[in-house]
């Protein structure tokens, strides 16, 4: 009786129609696409003919087809349309000529004539003084004639070629002091320097007996006045990287000198504006013979007031709170307190300088600087170290900044620190592999990670580009990582710049909208100037 219940009938009936009506549906989605396939199943010739007919250049599509088992990181992406359309003559290349050989040692932002300008009070003038918009060359610095490709690490930290940086001054002006010597067609450093004539190793090795250089604790340095940077190009083999800087003045090569030696160096004065560094960013800073002493006007220092600076900057160091460590012949070794906790405390001695009040001490670029001492970052205990304690190399590599770790920088936490290290670990080895496999001639390099993407809107990216193609050496490298779109405007720019690049594939694969691109800066030289002439 139950089995034959109107409301049992009624659920069959319900059922039978369900399936009916997914049958349906079923049937017609196969019957689409069995029409589908047979409406586009024409023959390749058509297809062939079709593309032809539409003025496509296949040529480049059947290449990479026909060698499928390339790895992406090596194949070169081409993301040009390749019709014969005139519209696309608008993307033409703008091809940038070679600027005058009277511009092979142009710094723009190091200008001696446009430094005349500003006030040479404190040497204001011998600081950075860009150009402005109307000012910016767009032609390409040429290197000098016969340049050639500097001598690989270690060879470069004895010798450069002549015809790399045409200058013999420091070689006649400094002989006696034993910086620089002329050997044909190649200078040669001997290591000496104005406190060091048994040479930079040997100085190193009497600073090492003061103070340890090899336990890990001093990874960064200063060089104040660095002359060839001898100092600094013997450090690296003790695991220290030094930062050379030294003004544009009558020796004008001697960071020049540095970085053709592979030493890090840069143009710079302390003069009235703060370097452009963070901070506790070195672990040592370094003056021999206090070339350049650390207080107002010890730029304009003379053999004959070296006494009396002396006394001054020894005066200066106690107001600032550090403490002498030790003192052997002629070197002196201070060293900054841990924290500020007694430093406050002897403000009631020491009225000037005062703590800084309202100062952002990670402030750098175009900073003023003030007569007061930058404070260091509170602490509970005397015995603490403001700011935290930084791991010693190389653990100091990986290991998470106190920066971080107290969360004093925005935005960047400990995690997104590891997660940082781990991509770049996999980038660098990417970056391996595509140097190796593309261009095994590489000796400088740069990294663009992004950055047109953040400046492409707020300023011209062209001279960006030419800017850095003037401090790349010939064959020197540069990477960029950035979007398709940025990439390609980027390439159109440097095919007239004398680059040879590629697009290639983000390291995770090619479905990542980020791309690589890998561009050379061939080599070339200017014309010497009686050339030019004729």
């Known amino acids: 009786m139950a089995n034959g219940s109107p409301k049992h009938h009624h659920q069959l009936e319900a059922k039978r129609k369900r399936l009916t009506w997914i049958a349906g549906v079923s049937g017609l989605c196969v019957l689409f696409y069995v029409l589908g396939a047979w409406q586009h199943s024409s023959p390749l010739t058509n297809l062939t003919q079709s593309i032809t007919k539409a003025d496509c250049d296949v040529s480049n599509r059947a290449a990479v087809s026909s060698n499928p088992s390339t790895s992406s990181s090596s194949v070169a992406l081409d993301f040009d349309s390749h019709h014969q359309s005139q519209i696309n003559n608008t993307t033409s290349v703008n091809e940038f000529p070679p600027c005058d050989m009277s511009f092979s040692e142009y710094t723009p932002c190091q200008d001696t004539q446009r430094g005349r300008k500003f006030d040479r009070n404190m040497l204001k003038y011998r600081e950075r003084h860009c150009p402005t918009k109307d000012e910016l060359l767009l032609c390409l610095i040429p290197a000098p004639p016969k ?52 040479g930079a190793d040997a100085y190193i090795d009497d600073i090492n007996e003061l103070i340890p250089l090899t336990d890990g604790s001093i990874r960064t340095a200063i060089d104040t006045g660095c002359g060839v940077a001898s100092w600094g190009a013997y450090l690296l083999k003790r695991d ?37 560094y963070p901070a506790r960013a070195f672990d040592m800073a370094h003056c021999s013979r206090c070339l350049i002493p650390w207080h107002k006007y010890g730029w304009e220092r003379t053999q004959e007031d070296l006494k009396q600076e002396q006394d001054a900057i020894e005066d200066v160091a106690k107001r600032l709170c550090w403490t002498k460590v030790v003192e052997k012949d002629d070197l002196s070794v201070w060293q900054k307190p841990l924290n500020h906790i007694d430093c406050i405390a002897s403000r009631k001695t ?11 001490p990670d402030a750098g670029w175009y900073k003023e600087m003030e007569v007061c001492i930058t404070p260091l970052p509170e602490v509970s205990s005397s015995d603490e170290v403001a700011g935290g304690a930084v791991e010693k190399w190389p653990a100091r590599a990986f290991a998470i900044p106190p920066r971080i770790r107290s969360g004093s920088i925005p935005g960047i936490t400990a995690e997104k620190f590891k997660e940082d290290n781990n991509l770049w670990k996999d980038r660098v080895t990417n970056y391996k592999h595509i140097m190796i496999s593309t261009y095994p001639r590489t000796y400088d390099l740069i990294h663009a990670g992004g950055v047109f993407s953040i400046y492409q ?33 980027i390439q159109t720019i440097t095919n007239g710049m004398r680059w040879k690049s590629q697009i290639m594939d983000h390291e995770s694969g ?25």
């Open 147 to 198: 340049y050639k490709t500097p001598f690989k690490w270690p060879q470069s930290r004895d010798y450069a070629w002549y015809d790399n940086i045409p200058h013999k001054e420091l070689s006649i002006e400094k002989a006696v002091q034993n910086w620089i010597q002329v050997e044909g067609d190649r200078f040669r450093f001997p290591g000496g320097g104005t406190m060091f004539p048994r």
């Open 240 to 276: 220290i990287i030094s930062m050379s800087f030294a003004p544009r003045d009558t020796h004008e090569a001697q960071v020049w000198f540095a970085l053709e030696r592979g030493v890090p160096g840069m143009i710079g004065i302390m003069a009235s504006q703060r370097l452009p």
């Open 350 to 360: 020491y009225k000037t300088p005062h703590i800084c009040k309202s100062d952002n």
């Open 457 to 489: 809107d707020r300023c011209d990216i062209t001279h960006i580009l030419l800017e850095m193609d003037r401090i790349l050496r010939p064959e020197g490298t540069v990477i960029f990582r950035d979007t398709v779109e940025v990439l390609v405007k």
């Open 510 to 534: 090619p479905f990542n909208p980020e791309k690589i691109l890998v561009a050379v800066k061939t080599y070339w030289t200017g014309e010497k100037k009686r050339k030019q002439k004729e």
